[in-house]
């Protein structure tokens, strides 16, 4: 985030001319994100094993300025899984994460139809876990589930290269870098035992990928 305060500064506080052949922002924007990410399944809930790499967003946003433009994001970060078992019991966990965030994204430089944007934004992670557990180890139903829910902050910056292909579609190679600020759930007394399907503990993920957007 200081990063992307001292691009801003460095924005406002330039030269008038600076910018001047650099195309501003569409009025509007709806686009859908697809990113490769690095994985955390382990911070996510402990003894998570798997997690899907892929993460889905949906933005929304509009221009207040000819180089600024704030917006919202609908961001689906995925299922991590994992599984413990022994001679007659399975234990299954699941937990499921999404968020809902505020961004502002500004213009850097840019042509015609090819362009360079800094995001930044932040907003709320809802989290879901599941605990499962089966009285065998494998071939039958679990018989005992519990659930536990979290909500907490995270943050995020990146850079975008739009690639304007019509008058109102774009397409855009992203990145983006995730805080994801769980806080540590972990047992503090040994005495109160927690299930280790709702641990977890902050982490941080980077994501390539790209973007198809509608703009007016």
């Not at 650099?22 to 697809?34: E, M, N, Q």
């Not at 989290?127 to 180890?137: G, L, Y």
Request: include cysteine; aromatic fraction near 8%; charge should be positive.
């Amino acid at each position: 985030m200081r990063i992307l305060a001292a691009v801003l500064l460095a924005i406002f506080t330039s030269a008038p001319g600076t910018f001047a052949q650099t195309p501003s922002l569409p009025r509007g924007v709806i686009g859908v994100t697809v990113t490769r990410a690095s994985t955390d399944a382990s911070e996510r809930m402990r003894l998570g094993s798997e997690g899907r790499p892929w993460i889905y967003s949906g933005e929304l946003s509009v221009r207040l300025a000819p180089r600024l433009a704030i917006g919202g994001e609908a961001i689906d970060l995925g299922i991590a899984t994992g599984e413990t078992a022994g001679q007659s019991f399975r234990s299954t966990g699941e937990q499921q994460e999404r968020a809902v965030v505020a961004l502002m994204r500004v213009r850097i430089n840019g042509r015609e139809r090819l362009a360079f944007d800094v995001v930044g934004g932040a907003g709320a992670l809802f989290q879901r876990h599941t605990a499962m557990q089966a009285p065998c180890f494998s071939g039958c139903a679990a018989t005992f589930a519990s659930e536990f829910k979290h909500v907490a902050a995270v943050y995020f910056a990146g850079a975008d290269v739009p690639i304007r292909l019509g008058r109102h579609f774009s397409i855009a190679a992203i990145s983006r870098y995730y805080w994801l600020r769980r806080g540590d759930n972990t047992p503090q007394n040994p005495r109160e035992p927690l299930p280790w399907q709702f641990e977890h503990k902050s982490s941080s993920r980077l994501a390539v990928g790209a973007a198809a957007r509608v703009t007016w």
